[in-house]
């Protein structure tokens, strides 16, 4: 039990599992998992991962663009 806790490699799923609240940048990782071992719903799990991970970045640029344009608008001023 301990070893599926801490994420052995017998366990790829449950790693996957505990590693997605841990480290964002696992849903690749558990999307590869699920599509080799033929685990549809890890792998749409892992897939969801990735689209939150890329809309969130997308957010995070567009948030910083538009802070530099309101600094640019404000030295206007």
């Known amino acids: 039990f301990l070893a599926m806790i ?3 490699s017998r366990f790829p799923s ?15 990782i558990c999307w590869a ?4 071992h ?9 897939r969801v991962g990735v689209l939150v991970g890329i ?12 802070v530099n344009w309101l600094i640019a608008l404000g030295n206007q001023l």
């Open 6 to 8: 801490l994420g052995s």
């Open 14 to 28: 449950t790693r996957c599992r505990i590693q997605r609240v841990q480290d964002p940048g696992s849903g690749p």
């Open 33 to 36: 998992f699920g599509a080799s």
């Open 38 to 46: 033929g685990n549809p719903a890890l792998a749409s799990k892992g």
């Open 55 to 66: 809309g969130a970045a997308a957010l995070a640029g567009a948030g910083v663009a538009w």
